[in-house]
């Protein structure tokens, strides 16, 4: 069993968000939800935030709004600081993406197939589809929709200076447009809620957190098949 880290957040009202459930060695993905969420407990969380999500946009699995609620709920006034360093450091990490797939995929592109969860050849060659069909606009549904944000940046760096595009810097400008744009819609409305909804939706999460794992599953799939074939 995994230890508990128990802790209170004391944000300005006094409110409590609570302790690190214990969860069978097992449970991959919860064991990995509370690692992330354990850093809202350390000294360095606004440092973890924007590590946590400058990784997310290219190989770390789990996205940054975790942490980024945990922390809102923890510190409420504190809300935009936490958006704009989760949106600063997401759409850093999206021109890393982009680089790696335009000047090192063909080195690195089993690592990412082998090691990294959801980094599929079938879920690249879908994103690859997608951008022959809607070029960089699809970076502004992957910005804030279950599409892995990794897929999407990492995909752009390989299309994007490929063959296809006539003008990569342009399309460069215009993807970290749209990263800039999306992701910042994303992270505030998501701090947002937090602020307005206050820790008791905490106790949510953590009841239903594996009835929310199977939904944000679904809509992984579902966001495919709605940009493949309705758009």
Request: positive net charge.
């Amino acid at each position: 069993m995994e230890v508990s880290a128990e802790a209170e957040f004391c944000d300005h009202c006094g409110a409590r968000v609570g302790a690190i459930q214990q969860v069978p060695w097992w449970h991959v993905h919860r064991r990995l939800y509370n690692w992330t969420l354990a850093w809202a407990y350390h000294p360095s969380s606004s440092v973890a935030l924007f590590l946590m999500s400058f990784s997310a946009s290219s190989f770390f699995p789990i996205p940054p709004d975790i942490l980024l609620m945990t922390l809102v709920l923890g510190n409420r006034r504190k809300w935009i600081r936490y958006a704009v360093i989760c949106t600063v450091a997401s759409v850093s990490g999206a021109v890393l993406g982009f680089c790696i797939g335009w000047l090192a995929w063909q080195a690195v592109q089993n690592i990412f197939f082998n090691y990294v969860p959801g980094f599929t050849p079938e879920v690249f060659d879908e994103v690859c589809l997608l951008y022959e069909q809607y070029n960089f606009w699809i970076i502004f549904a992957a910005g804030f929709s279950p599409i892995p944000f990794k897929v999407a940046t990492i995909t752009a760096g390989v299309f994007g200076t490929g063959p296809e595009v006539v003008q990569p810097g342009l399309f460069f400008i215009w993807f970290l447009i749209a990263a800039i744009i999306s992701r910042s819609i994303r992270f505030f409305l998501v701090a947002g809620l937090m602020r307005l909804s206050g820790p008791k939706i905490t106790p949510f999460i953590e009841k239903y957190f594996n009835l929310l794992t199977l939904l944000f599953t679904i809509l992984l799939i579902g966001g495919f098949v709605i940009l493949r074939y309705v758009l």
